[in-house]
């Protein structure tokens, strides 16, 4: 609920008086399904949109359907729409990565933002839906409104080797499928409702803009939203002057992108109304004394900076753009400014990753300690580190999409890793940081599980496929492990495979605008360790999306 994508989505809905819109949420401990506003069953409703941000919420689709005994399916619904045999919309920043998982349980999907395209579309629906079949009315979408991808207009076509080739449209069907974009807001967006059961509870969230510039090479939010969207101050102070007048400590989202004259609007308005600052992860490079002063002034004390690569030398294969120094001015700064926690996110297991640069992450972190130490004992309290380490997997979109999971070196086309032996190796590295780490006084660590983050990896590369996988998760209580056995699949042959600048994948049905030589151009500039310069817009066509 705190998500701002399915906050818009759902304010854009609730406009329209020709609809009545519902929430519902996967209930926890077995509750029946019920919506928030009226605790109505699921299936009284015709249509149902559904917002995907995270792979692992693709189980909970199917078992939301499931739970209101409305056909999984979408080859198997009626023709005729109804509350019983209603038409599944969904979309979310995870489907216009790689819409292929969900393909076969969803009516349409709407790829990209929904401001550009919801409210004609909701429209279209409301006066054909009652006059036209279900397939009447998607080819009508399909044909007409770029952003609407039907999967079930499209046939995915498989090699001799079992490897996805393409996709065949159906005659007259558009063969790729262009995302919408908000080119500009007048307002940026900001929190609709507030509730103490959301995530950020009490805490109005505004965002700075969308994308981002710098091109991090794991990172499918800096591909997907391409090009980068920056809001200018006045936009950001209307999306916080939308607040409710009892909500004083805000969140910016987007803090990578904000340059310095937007904050000093931004802080000469938080100051006059009185509000604090919150968010949740900092660039150590663009730490500016306006933002370091707007931190003093909310009293935050917790703050996030994201090295992600282990080593000096990691960073520059995932092109993240940021030095040692960089990171130890960004501690000093910060703890100096009164933070009390400061967090740090790695991750293993990237491209050319090894116990040379692991080592050097336990380093960075004595060297943050020797830097932070004094000013703690100064003021008569030390400033906790808690390191976040998580395991990296590919993500569509991003040069590392070519990249196995959880293995250093890169396959050759077609061939398969060994699923066992990565996770043992990655459990080798959380051990060899465990140790060392828990050495250090006052560092705290939080590590993921390998075994989970694999079928991440898995449903973040798979193509339809894995869907009688997750269907037979949510009917017959399979673990994806069983599912995919039972299904003859393997986890390898979506997460830990070779590919090359030949391979084409299931999302390549969405068009980004990105040249596909370019992301493996790029792919192949990690490995040089050639870093690569952040997006101008005004300048940049390098990856396709800005050309005319």
């Not at 390898?492 to 495979?497: D, K, V």
């Amino acid at each position: 609920m705190s998500s701002l994508g399915y906050q818009l989505v759902y304010a854009l809905l609730a406009e329209d008086d020709q609809l009545v819109c519902e929430r519902f949420f996967l209930p926890e401990n077995g509750e029946p399904l019920r919506s928030m506003e009226s605790q109505r069953p699921l299936n009284h409703f015709p249509l149902i949109f559904i917002s995907i941000s995270f792979e692992h919420d693709y189980l909970n689709l199917v078992k939301m359907l499931r739970a209101a005994s409305i056909e999984p399916f979408a080859g198997n619904r009626s023709e005729s729409i109804s509350s019983e045999q209603p038409l599944v919309i969904c979309g979310g920043v995870a489907t216009f990565m790689n819409p292929e998982p969900l393909a076969p349980f969803v009516d349409l999907m709407i790829l990209g933002e929904a401001e550009p395209v919801l409210p004609a579309l909701v429209q279209e629906i409301a006066d054909s839906y009652e006059g036209k079949t279900r397939s009447e009315l998607l080819r009508s979408l399909a044909t007409t409104r770029s952003s609407c991808y039907v999967p079930g207009l499209y046939t995915p076509v498989y090699d001799e080797d079992g490897l996805l080739s393409s996709y065949q449209a159906e005659a007259g069907i558009p063969q790729h499928v262009t995302k919408s974009v908000v080119e500009k807001s007048p307002v940026a967006g900001h929190s609709q409702l507030i509730t103490p059961e959301a995530e950020f509870s009490e805490m109005h969230l505004t965002e700075l803009g969308r994308g981002c510039s710098r091109g991090c090479r794991f990172c499918a939010a800096g591909f997907i939203y391409r090009p980068p969207r920056l809001w200018d101050g006045d936009a950001v102070v209307e999306g916080l002057r939308a607040r409710y007048s009892d909500v004083d400590r805000v969140g910016l989202l987007g803090m990578e992108m904000a340059n310095s004259e937007s904050l000093e609007m931004i802080s000469d308005y938080l100051r006059e109304s009185g509000c604090a600052l919150s968010f949740s992860s900092l660039r150590a490079d663009r730490l500016n004394q306006p933002l370091i002063d707007l931190l003093s002034a909310s009293k935050l004390k917790s703050v996030a900076i994201a090295p992600d690569g282990c080593s000096e030398r990691l960073r520059r294969v995932i092109n993240k753009g940021l030095d040692e120094q960089d990171l130890l001015d960004a501690a000093e700064r910060l703890v100096d400014a009164g933070i009390f926690k400061l967090k740090l996110y790695l991750m293993i297991g990237l491209p050319t990753e090894s116990d040379e640069d692991l080592q050097e992450a336990i380093d960075l972190v004595k060297k943050i300690k020797d830097r932070i130490d004094p000013i703690g004992k100064a003021r008569g309290r030390l400033t906790e580190i808690g390191i976040s380490v998580n395991c990296f997997a590919p993500k569509p979109w991003t040069p590392f999409q070519y990249h196995p999971f959880g293995m250093s070196d890169p396959l050759p086309k077609g061939e398969l890793g060994d699923s066992k032996k990565v996770v043992m190796e990655l459990k080798r590295r959380q051990k060899l940081l465990r140790r060392e780490l828990s050495k250090i006084a006052n560092v705290h660590l939080q590590f993921d599980k390998p075994e989970s983050v694999l079928f991440q990896a898995v449903l973040a590369r798979a193509d339809r496929r894995i869907a009688t996988v997750l269907n037979d998760m949510a009917e017959r209580g399979l673990n994806w492990k069983q599912a995919m056995k039972k299904n003859a699949l393997t986890p390898e042959q979506f997460a830990i495979c070779g590919f090359d600048e030949s391979s084409w994948f299931g999302w390549y049905v969405i068009d980004h605008g990105i040249k596909h030589d370019y992301l493996w151009c790029e792919y192949q500039r990690a490995f040089d360790e050639k870093t690569t310069s952040a997006c101008d817009t005004s300048i940049c066509r390098r990856c396709g999306v800005c050309n005319e």
